[in-house]
């Protein structure tokens, strides 16, 4: 059974960093792309940033040149560091990993930035 194991997020000021981090367990395998997702009170879920095995990314335009994903495929892990956040980046960011026609998702962490 494969879950994913969010950590990192919290409450942080505007202008400040964050770490999240994403580990799956239950599988041997890797996943052909991991990445982030979030989802704000009243809006649908959006991709963040998503990373495939071979390397290539892919960031929201509201993150690119602030937020960078990493992965350690042969752990099956994913990280997001977040910064310069801003209020509009409050949200429950949700872990997604993908292997063939497999989809799972994490428990999601809140992430709160304060003006």
């Known amino acids: 059974q494969v879950q994913l194991v969010e950590s990192g997020g919290g409450l942080v000021q505007a202008g400040g960093s964050l770490r999240l981090s994403c580990a799956a367990t239950?599988?041997?395998?890797?996943?052909?792309?991991m990445g982030w997702y979030r989802q704000a009170p009243g809006k649908q879920r959006e991709l963040v940033a998503v990373?495939?095995?071979?390397?290539?990314?892919e960031y929201a335009d509201a993150v690119k040149g602030r937020f960078t994903i990493a992965r350690d495929v042969g752990k099956n892990t994913v990280y997001l560091q977040m910064n310069s956040l801003k209020p509009e980046d409050t949200a429950v960011y949700y872990c997604n990993a993908v292997r063939a026609t497999n989809v799972y998702w994490g428990q999601g962490t809140q992430v709160t930035v304060s003006s």
């Open positions: 239950g599988s041997t395998f890797s996943f052909n792309t």
């Open positions: 990373r495939s095995s071979g390397g290539i990314t």
